[in-house]
């Protein structure tokens, strides 16, 4: 019978192999090695941006994802969502489990869903590292799930906003806003800061949600217009609102009825712009957010403080935790009532034909 113990040479062998793999410290059963590791204890892995929906917005984002992910050498990705809290939570949950991912950023669909900041502090515990982008969670009751937000001060977008729909209606009027979701942060701050802006003159109809669903999106506006005689202004809070709100009263023929402001600047919405049929957008830059967001994610992962303080210098102070990528208001090249002077001194004014030069000199297609 042939024997099956191991010929001696061929016993040293692997044992030499055993001591060359075997881990060199002793009682850590959380090393990068161990299934349950995350990849920012062993200083690299992936960085995921988790989104709250879908629209061309996000696809400007992922190229400042790209870009910096290049730079940076460093792998990053844009992680999609079905637009609602569960799928975050399960995605959150998903993320825990993998042990290659080192950094997390999150725009939250629901800010005071106390269940979306138990996973991102959970992933903090884990050692990875998690920011907000686009839109933050609630700051006051879960600032410690994530460690910065960078993004639009959306207060201030919305304020804007309703400046330019105070000035292009100076009587005042009754208005609705239209978005994904009314329970994000994003959206509560912006229809906060448009109720600012656009003054007393002004009467609001409670907002429309649609869930992120685009036939929704359009039948709250058909739906808006036929239930408010008195209606005069309409507002688009999501980027996809815009061509949602443009659609609907070219279909009714009832363009001269309506001011109409909107955020972002997806390309059919610049077209729409350029046709006649919006009054004024503010735009946020979604390419810096994903760049920025890479950038600070890379820093926090290598303990990179030089950087963390350049784009956090007040990190500890109340409002210091936020990184502001800035905004534009963009208005027709055609004559507009709408100036410069109207706005805050670090908004940006651009005429539609000089917002579409610094898109093409970025390469981008909208933001």
Request: glycine letters at 10%.
């Amino acid at each position: 019978m042939t024997s099956r113990l191991l010929p001696t040479r061929c016993v040293t062998a692997l044992l030499l192999a055993v001591l060359l793999v075997a881990p060199t410290g002793c009682g850590n059963s959380q090393n990068a090695g161990s299934p349950g590791a995350s990849a920012s204890q062993a200083g690299s892995g992936r960085i995921v941006v988790l989104m709250n929906g879908n629209s061309p917005f996000w696809d400007t984002m992922r190229a400042g994802i790209n870009a910096a992910a290049e730079e940076f050498g460093v792998e990053a990705s844009l992680e999609t969502n079905d637009a609602t809290p569960k799928g975050q939570i399960d995605k959150l949950r998903q993320f825990a489990s993998q042990g290659d991912i080192a950094a997390v950023a999150i725009s939250a669909t629901d800010a005071a869903n106390p269940a979306i900041a138990d996973e991102m502090r959970n992933l903090r515990e884990r050692g990875v590292k998690v920011i907000t982008v686009d839109s933050d969670i609630d700051r006051e009751k879960f600032r410690d799930a994530r460690f910065a937000f960078v993004g639009t001060d959306n207060f201030a977008g919305g304020r804007e906003l309703g400046v330019c729909a105070k000035n292009l209606r100076p009587d005042g009027g009754t208005f609705v806003t239209f978005v994904g979701r009314t329970g994000a942060q994003n959206a509560i701050d912006r229809i906060g800061g448009f109720v600012a802006g656009a003054g007393d003159k002004f009467n609001e109809v409670a907002p429309m949600g649609d869930e992120n669903d685009r036939t929704k999106a359009r039948e709250n506006v058909r739906n808006a217009i036929g239930n408010h005689e008195d209606l005069n202004t309409l507002v688009g809070i999501w980027s996809y609102n815009a061509p949602a709100i443009v659609d609907v009263v070219r279909e009714l023929d009832a363009r001269d009825r309506f001011t109409i402001v909107t955020f972002d600047a997806e390309p059919v919405a610049i077209q729409y712009m350029a046709e006649g049929d919006i009054d004024a957008m503010v735009v946020q830059n979604p390419y810096e957010m994903g760049y920025q967001g890479v950038r600070l994610m890379k820093a926090l992962i290598e303990d990179d403080q030089a950087t963390i303080a350049e784009l956090l210098p007040n990190h500890d102070q109340p409002d210091g935790d936020v990184y502001d990528t800035g905004l534009k208001v963009v208005v027709p090249d055609s004559d507009t009532p709408l100036k410069a002077e109207m706005f805050g001194d670090t908004t940006e004014f651009l005429k539609l034909g000089e917002f579409k030069q610094w898109l093409d000199q970025n390469g981008l297609e909208g933001s």
